[in-house]
């Protein structure tokens, strides 16, 4: 007899975003005269710059010759990759990052949802709420939850709520908790973190002996001055933190997978007999079992994105992007919605009005204008009466959104 996981029978329901294009793709087959504008999952819909298409292209080239092709490569990324990202994105801005503790992976989807696997079941894991979904489906998919209660909450989970009132940045736990995952510029809410709240929680983590999570996928959106970009910059956190980084949003690798994590040399965790291990060794054993490494032509397309060409080339995309959270944010704001997000994020977070409920708001909108979005209380409990846009669609689309919902009076 095969037994399953029966913790995957603890789940409350379908993974969020497939479950958003079940009711959209059930509406599209019966209105098939109805144009849908997508705006809800975060997938990107600008090409990949020409620089890095340029360097794909090469790749392929140089896998087509004899003399240049290449079989397995490292797990852990390329060496021309790890170099680039560590100068680039953190020691040309005076973090102390080397290219020895990047691991280079195919999404931080991935990343996220596997990294607990080198950490014990004993750990008590802190959450924010709303947040992106993985963090808590894995967590219960690997027996690290009870089950769900009737709050929407799971058993054995630290939910530390994200809200309007304390400006989406939860407040330190009361109770000790081990792991903690944090996400910033936030998804879904748009949120930033400063450096002066960001130094509280790695504080608390250095005293408790606790390890950050830190995913960091849209840091690239942040505009404002002041606000870090890496977890790294702040006072002790090489002791007490992981961070996940990702090509997907930021240079348009949604389809061509491309992500790295970055596990200092001083990181350490426990034994149940208090012995302190370092925690990348482990991560390396795991990554190098399970993962034979992202292929050649993407890591060189890639590395591409931090030449001259590339960086002005994804900039502009990046821009793009911001420049159509702007236009959805200021849209909103004129229909009478509360908006948060869209200024270090692409995504345009809002309250719903007269007390709808956040999946109501859904429904409505597809009826009424065919427009899709993400409801709130998908990424939990706290984001019920909130609703996601994401800026990640032509500006002809969002221009074309917004039309819709002024014209109909949403």
Same mark, same amino acid.
Not at 282 to 287: G, Y
Not at 297 to 320: H, L, N, R, S
């Given at each position: ?81 790890? $170099?680039? /990202?560590?100068?680039?994105? *953190?020691?040309?801005? #005076?973090?102390?990052?080397? =290219?020895? &503790? ?122 404002? $001055?002041? /606000?870090?970009?890496?977890? *790294?910059?702040?006072? #002790?956190?090489?002791?007490? =933190?992981? &961070? ?133 209380? #998908? ?32």
């Amino acid at each position: 007899m095969a037994f399953i996981n029966e913790n995957y029978q603890k789940l409350q329901a379908g993974y969020l975003f497939p479950e958003i294009a079940r009711r959209v793709n059930t509406y599209a087959e019966k209105n098939k005269d109805k144009k849908i504008i997508r705006m809800g999952i975060g997938d990107v819909t600008r090409p990949l710059a020409p620089a890095v298409v340029a360097a794909f292209h090469e790749g392929v080239d140089e896998m087509s010759k004899e003399a240049t092709f290449k079989g397995y490569g490292p797990e852990q990324g390329y060496a021309f990759l790890r $170099d680039a /990202i560590a100068k680039n994105e *953190f020691q040309d801005r #005076g973090i102390n990052i080397s =290219a020895d &503790e990047i691991f280079v992976s195919d999404g931080s989807k991935c990343d996220t949802g596997n990294i607990l696997e080198i950490f014990g079941m004993n750990n008590k894991i802190a959450v924010q709420d709303p947040v992106y979904p993985v963090y808590v489906d894995t967590s219960v998919m690997g027996g690290r939850t009870g089950n769900a209660i009737g709050n929407g909450h799971y058993e054995n989970l630290v939910y530390m709520p994200c809200t309007k009132e304390n400006g989406f940045v939860p407040q330190i736990p009361n109770e000790k908790v081990d792991i903690i995952f944090l996400c910033y510029p936030n998804n879904p809410s748009g949120a930033t973190v400063s450096k002066a709240e960001l130094q509280k929680w790695v504080d608390y983590a250095l005293k408790n002996k606790s390890i950050i999570l830190f995913d960091a996928a849209y840091e690239a959106f942040i505009k404002e $001055d002041g /606000i870090p970009h890496s977890i *790294f910059e702040i006072e #002790g956190a090489r002791k007490c =933190a992981i &961070e996940f980084r990702s090509f997907s949003k930021v240079a348009g690798f949604t389809g061509t997978r491309c992500a790295y994590i970055i596990i200092p040399n001083e990181l350490k965790a426990y034994t149940q007999s208090g012995d302190a291990i370092d925690v990348k060794p482990l991560w390396s054993r795991r990554h190098s079992t399970k993962f034979n490494g992202v292929s050649y032509p993407v890591q060189k397309a890639a590395a591409a994105m931090y030449t001259p060409e590339g960086k002005k080339q994804v900039t502009e995309v990046i821009d793009f992007y911001m420049e159509n959270a702007k236009i959805m944010k200021e849209s909103l704001q004129s229909l009478g919605f509360e908006v948060f997000g869209g200024v270090n994020a692409p995504y345009v977070w809002l309250r719903t009005k007269n007390g709808m409920k956040s999946w109501e708001l859904f429904d409505l909108l597809l009826e009424k204008v065919q427009v899709v979005g993400t409801p709130g209380s #998908g990424f939990g409990p706290a984001g019920e009466g909130y609703f996601r846009f994401s800026a990640f669609a032509s500006r002809e689309s969002v221009l074309e959104a917004m039309k819709r919902l002024k014209d109909a009076g949403i």
